[in-house]
């Protein structure tokens, strides 16, 4: 069974910093492109960043690009996304996906439950 | 605003039939197959119900179709269910900056 954990969130004043894990387990995780897909309260979904199987390649949305870190430990079969210079606007529910095709992190069958990141003062 | 435009909400009634839009661009839904619809109830992880444009992931009911015509990517749900109320979102490989869009997502209310 495919499951996906994902842990770290939490409350963050503006311009802090926190990193957020998934705990992959169910699946072959180095051949599978994964994502964090985020989700504002009361708002649409957001796909913020993905990664290749092995970790070569990395995709950033505009709006985290420069202050979002996705990387993937592949012997731990982890996925974290480290979060610098945090804003309001990056408040929201956090989710890891997993791609289906395990090429680009396009397409995702599986998702975690989500972690919630706050960022208050 | 989104990439993606998706009517706010759509609504049936039980047995009936629904479609959704979701209209990009040639550099989104137009250019690209990777088109896919997710289900999300409320409180709970987003669900995927077709993938590249026209699929379904095994254990997704078959009332559950998609399809594209230029720019513009549709769902249809057939013989609505009380279960199926829930929002739906729409989502494309894109050749812009970002790799993936979203739509804004609809809200499927059955009557």
């Known amino acids: 069974e495919v499951q996906l954990l994902e842990s770290g969130g939490g409350l963050v004043q503006p311009g802090g910093s926190l990193r957020l894990s998934c705990a992959a387990s169910?699946?072959?995780?180095?051949?599978?492109?994964m994502a964090w897909v985020r989700q504002a309260p009361g708002k649409g979904l957001e796909w913020v960043s993905g990664?290749?199987?092995?970790?070569?390649?990395?995709h950033y949305a505009d709006s985290v690009k420069g202050r979002f870190t996705i990387s993937r430990d592949n012997s731990k079969n982890t996925l974290d996304l480290q979060m610098n210079s945090l804003r309001a606007e990056d408040t929201a529910v956090y989710y890891c996906?997993?791609?289906?095709?395990?090429?680009?992190?396009?397409?995702?069958?599986?998702w975690g439950q989500g972690t919630l990141v706050t960022v208050s003062s | 605003q989104s990439a993606l435009t998706q009517p706010a909400s759509v609504s049936g009634s039980p047995g009936q039939s629904i479609t959704i839009s979701c209209t990009g661009t040639?550099?989104?839904?137009?250019?690209?197959?990777?088109v896919s619809w997710y289900q999300q109830h409320p409180g709970k992880a987003p669900k995927l119900m077709i993938h590249?444009?026209?699929n379904r992931p095994s254990g997704v009911s078959n009332r559950f179709s998609g399809s594209k015509s230029g720019n513009t990517a549709s769902l249809t749900i057939s013989g609505l269910q009380a279960e199926d109320e829930a929002e739906y979102y729409c989502?494309?490989?894109?050749?812009?900056?970002?790799?993936?869009?979203f739509g804004g997502g609809t809200k499927l209310t059955v009557l």
């Open positions: 996906a997993k791609d289906m095709a395990g090429i680009l992190p396009e397409q995702f069958d599986y």
């Open positions: 169910g699946f072959t995780f180095s051949t599978s492109a």
């Open positions: 990664i290749s199987g092995s970790g070569g390649t990395t």
């Open positions: 040639s550099s989104d839904v137009g250019g690209y197959n990777s």
């Open positions: 590249d444009v026209r």
């Open positions: 989502s494309s490989y894109t050749s812009g900056s970002t790799l993936v869009v």
